[in-house]
Each structure stands twice: as structure tokens, then as C-alpha cells.
């Protein structure tokens, strides 16, 4: 997994309590981004972070917090879960290869939430 | 926002067969990409391109930016090549690079 470590790997929680998913890093690249993958949506971008301190939202962020106060540590915290944050959490990692490229990401193993 | 199609949703075919599986986008994009993710497994990337074509093995993926399309192709399928194969987008900003968009996925199935 491209040195990126995801935890936890499962989680059962339940609504109205607060998550949070941690994503390690030890490649040292610059943007990390956090993805939510459904039936029938796919992956779909939550937030992402183009350095230190630096973040973004996504498509579907409404929900989610982020944090990134170390180059290797992406958080995404659910402040209050919901059932409808139920879904395995993909963190990825990339480095830009140039003006106007795209870059490859390399993801993490995946966390599935259960939020009942 | 890009709109990712991907066709089929679904396909089943038998060991040997050769595979295509296609990709449009809505708007244009600084690259393309080709991510495999098994059963219960992590997500690979198996390409990025932004022009012509690439080849890695059985795989080979196209592109026409013309016309916003992209193909993968797998050569003498194998039971192991079963997958969903994800389409996605990259759009590239002045900051950086944002986030994928993705295409729902194709679940591909080899029978021997």
C-alpha cells in the first residue's frame, strides 16, 4: 500500500457520537486526499490537503472535518456520525510530476464505518 | 464539475477473451486514470495518461482527448484479471492537483 497505513481498519459506532480516522504516511508526499466509496456513487472526494495546515473540501464534505499538522498525518473526524456516513473511507496519498500533469495516488487498505 | 460514464457496469466473459472496457468524461482534464480494486481488496493504480496510449503487460489504455474518451483493453484474459476497473479524472489546478473523479466502476468476471 505505497507505505500508507489506515486506522482503523473497522469501526461500529453509533449516531451522534464522534469518529475520527487517521491516515500515516511514510513517503513523504505532498497531498493527501480522503475518498468515501458507496454502492452506486463510487468514490467521491471528501476533503484533501495540498500541505501542512492546508486543506480543502470535496465533493461531498458536509459532515467531515480534516486536519493535517504533520506531512505523514491526515485525521477526517465525523463530529457527529450519522447513518448516512456509513461506508469504507479510502485515504490516498500523491506527488506532483509536473505543471499541468496529472499524479498518480496510491491508496490506503480502507476503513469501514458502521454507523448504527 | 466532470461527469465520469463508464460501460459497461458489469462484465462477464470467458479466460482467453479480449477485454474492452470504455470511459467519457464531460470536461476537459489534465490526465486520466485506470485504478483496479479486487474483492474486498485495496485500490492499484494501473495507469495515468494524458494523451495516446500505454501498455503494461495484457493492459493497454487509450486515450482521445478530442473526443473525451478513453478505453482499457485486456489481452488474453485471465480468471485472476477479475475486478471492478475504475475510471478517473484529474483536473489540474494552479496550487496543485484536486482529487479524482470517478467513474462508478466496472465489475469484470473471467471464467475459465
Known amino acids: 500500500d505505497a507505505g500508507i497505513t489506515q486506522s482503523p481498519r473497522h469501526k461500529v459506532t453509533e449516531t451522534g457520537t464522534p469518529v475520527t480516522l487517521r491516515c500515516h504516511q511514510t513517503?513523504?508526499?505532498?497531498?493527501m486526499y480522503w475518498y468515501r466509496q458507496d454502492p452506486g456513487h463510487g468514490l467521491r472526494l471528501i476533503h484533501y490537503?495540498?500541505?501542512?495546515?492546508?486543506?480543502d473540501k470535496g465533493e461531498v464534505s458536509d459532515g467531515y472535518s480534516v486536519s493535517r499538522s504533520k506531512t505523514e498525518d491526515f485525521l477526517l473526524t465525523l463530529e457527529s456520525a450519522t447513518s448516512s456516513q456509513t461506508s469504507v473511507y479510502f485515504c490516498?496519498?500523491?506527488?506532483?510530476?509536473?505543471?499541468?500533469?496529472?499524479?498518480?495516488?496510491?491508496f490506503g487498505a480502507g476503513t469501514r464505518l458502521s454507523v448504527l | 464539475k466532470n461527469e465520469v460514464e463508464q460501460s459497461p457496469q458489469n462484465l462477464t466473459a470467458q479466460e482467453g477473451e479480449f477485454i474492452t472496457i470504455n470511459c467519457s468524461y464531460s470536461?476537459?482534464?489534465?490526465?486520466l486514470h485506470w485504478l483496479q480494486q479486487h474483492p474486498g481488496g485495496g485500490i492499484v493504480s494501473l495507469f495515468m495518461?494524458?494523451?495516446g496510449k500505454k501498455k503494461h503487460g495484457r493492459l493497454i489504455a487509450t486515450i482521445n482527448i478530442q473526443e473525451k474518451h478513453s478505453s482499457l483493453h485486456i489481452t488474453a484474459s485471465h480468471p485472476r484479471d477479475s475486478a471492478v476497473y475504475i475510471c478517473?479524472?484529474?483536473?489540474?489546478?494552479?496550487?496543485?492537483?484536486?482529487?479524482?473523479?470517478f467513474g462508478k466502476g466496472t465489475h469484470l468476471i473471467i471464467q475459465p
Open positions: 470536461v476537459g482534464i489534465s490526465a
Open positions: 478517473a479524472v484529474s483536473m489540474y489546478s494552479g496550487g496543485g492537483a484536486d482529487g479524482l473523479t
Open positions: 513517503e513523504n508526499h505532498r497531498y
Open positions: 490516498a496519498i500523491s506527488e506532483s510530476v509536473g505543471t499541468g500533469w496529472g499524479n498518480i495516488q496510491y
Open positions: 490537503s495540498y500541505v501542512v495546515k492546508d486543506t
Open positions: 495518461l494524458s494523451s
